[in-house]
């Protein structure tokens, strides 16, 4: 019932660009990508709703496929602050809580 | 807008002790969750409000664990009988739509 992300660690060099996957063995009906810093809350990137639906949030894009079950988030030109642990949540159909993935660890060195 | 804010953001507590949370939500937020994190582990659900009505509540979470939201407005979360395994951060969050945001947190610990 969790979705599951990969990779679980990135390393980049400032400049490079990553990509973190969710998918689910269930229907996605939307995804929820938040970025946590060590000790902090969760910080709300964005959502999506839509099968194929793409957004952006700066140089942060995401993708949803609802037939493969799955989202991608897009960081393109990484900067230092965008370090954190990268979390995908999606809700249970017919429910508002989120059930989240294990969580995807960015470190950007310079 | 200042947030959702949390109430303490740290708590140091002896096993057997209850302890009590408090989480104040965006205004005009009217759904309010509480869920709980382990060092690497994404948040997990303990339950949901939707105005002062709880409408939701994990089938994990013990009957040790009790949630108020009295006005529909700030909600508490309570532990009694702490254990070692409560050791936790518990978020709150709220939202108006779909979007959730999560407040700072409290770090349990119980020794």
């Known amino acids: 019932q969790q979705p599951v992300q990969s990779p679980q660690a990135v390393i980049l060099r400032e400049g490079e660009d990553a990509v973190i996957n969710c998918s689910s063995s269930?229907?996605?009906?939307?995804v929820h990508w938040y970025r946590q810093k060590h000790g902090e809350a969760p910080v709300f990137l964005m959502i999506?709703?839509?099968?194929?639906e793409q957004k952006g949030h700066e140089k942060i894009s995401a993708s949803f496929n609802e037939k493969k079950q799955q989202s991608s988030l897009y960081l393109t030109a990484s900067q230092l602050s965008y370090s954190g642990t990268y979390f995908c949540?999606?809700?249970?159909?017919?429910?508002?809580?989120?059930?989240f993935g294990q969580g995807t660890r960015l470190t950007i060195n310079p | 807008d200042t947030g959702v804010s949390q109430n303490p953001r740290h708590k140091i507590t002896k096993r057997g002790q209850n302890v009590t949370f408090r989480c104040d939500p965006i205004s005009e937020h009217n759904r309010l969750y509480w869920y709980r994190q382990t060092l690497g582990q994404g948040p997990e659900f303990l339950t949901y409000f939707q105005n002062e009505a709880q409408l939701e509540k994990s089938r994990l979470l013990s009957d040790r664990f009790s949630a108020e939201r009295p006005k529909g407005s700030f909600s508490t979360l309570e532990i009694q009988r702490t254990e070692q395994g409560d050791s936790a951060m518990y978020l709150c969050a709220s939202s108006y739509s779909r979007e959730q945001f999560f407040g700072p947190g409290t770090r349990l610990t119980v020794l």
């Open positions: 269930k229907a996605l009906y939307s």
């Open positions: 999506l709703l839509k099968g194929g």
């Open positions: 949540g999606t809700p249970i159909q017919g429910a508002q809580k989120l059930v």
